[in-house]
């Protein structure tokens, strides 16, 4: 059984900073690329940033050159680091893990339960 568990969403203001992070139960965690998904209210899921088993990267256009996701393998944590939040950028935030390693764009079955990021004055 795969557990995914989210921490580090919270309020912050206009152009803050935070970082999110999502720990992985089970082995092989390189084997698996990882993605970070956000849904605000009454809109889709969507796909924030992903990232390949080894370090090949996805971004959504609305967060290039704002977001950073990265992985440490040995930790079996992938990150989030987000960076000139805006309003826009509220939602819950998920991690998911992908079906393989190479798999930048779909999700898989594994979801973790969610963590709130509010970008507010």
């Known amino acids: 059984q795969v557990q995914l568990v989210e921490s580090g969403g919270g309020l912050v203001q206009p152009g803050g900073s935070l970082r999110l992070s999502c720990a992985a139960s089970g082995s092989s965690f390189v084997v698996y690329a990882m993605g970070w998904y956000r849904q605000a209210p009454g809109k889709q899921r969507e796909l924030v940033a992903a990232?390949?088993?080894?370090?090949?990267?996805n971004y959504a256009d609305s967060v290039k050159r704002r977001f950073t996701i990265s992985r440490d393998n040995a930790k079996n944590t992938v990150y989030l680091q987000m960076n000139s939040l805006k309003p826009e950028d509220t939602a819950v935030y998920y991690c998911?893990?992908?079906?393989?390693?190479?798999?930048?764009?779909?999700?898989?079955?594994?979801w973790g339960q969610g963590t709130q990021v509010t970008v507010s004055s």
């Open positions: 998911n893990r992908h079906d393989s390693s190479s798999e930048l764009l779909r999700p898989g079955q594994y």
């Open positions: 990232i390949a088993g080894f370090g090949r990267t």
